[in-house]
C-alpha cells in the first residue's frame, strides 16, 4: 500500500510539471501591442534567429520558383524534338506569346 502512495505522489507531482510546461509553452510570452494585437516577446537572439530562418527560406523558395519555368521549357523542348521541327516552331511561339502576353 504504501508503494502506491509514493508511485501516486510520483505521478500527481509529474502532472502538475507537465500542466505547467504545457501552459508555458500554450501561454508563451505574449503582449498586447498599440493595436491590439498579441505580439510575441523575443530576445534579440531568438529574433535574430527566427529572421535568419525566413530569410533562407525565402531565397530557396526564389531559388526553386525560378527553376520551374526553366524546367518547363526543357520537358517542353525535349517533347517538341520528338515531334518534329515545324510543330516545334509553332509551339514554342505559341508559348512565348502566352508566357509574354498573357
Given at each position: ?32 501591442s ?9 530576445s ?59
Amino acid at each position: 500500500m504504501k508503494n502506491f502512495k509514493i508511485l501516486w505522489a510520483i505521478i500527481c507531482t509529474l502532472l502538475i510539471v507537465l500542466i505547467a510546461v504545457a501552459y508555458k509553452f500554450v501561454q508563451g510570452s505574449v503582449a498586447l501591442s498599440d493595436d491590439e494585437r498579441v505580439a510575441v516577446v523575443l530576445s534579440k537572439d531568438e529574433r535574430n534567429l527566427i529572421l535568419s530562418e525566413l530569410r533562407n527560406f525565402l531565397i530557396s523558395t526564389k531559388k526553386s520558383v525560378r527553376r520551374l519555368p526553366m524546367m518547363t521549357w526543357i520537358l517542353l523542348q525535349r517533347s517538341l524534338n520528338r515531334q518534329g521541327w515545324q510543330r516545334k516552331q509553332i509551339l514554342l511561339a505559341h508559348c512565348w506569346q502566352k508566357y509574354l502576353y498573357p
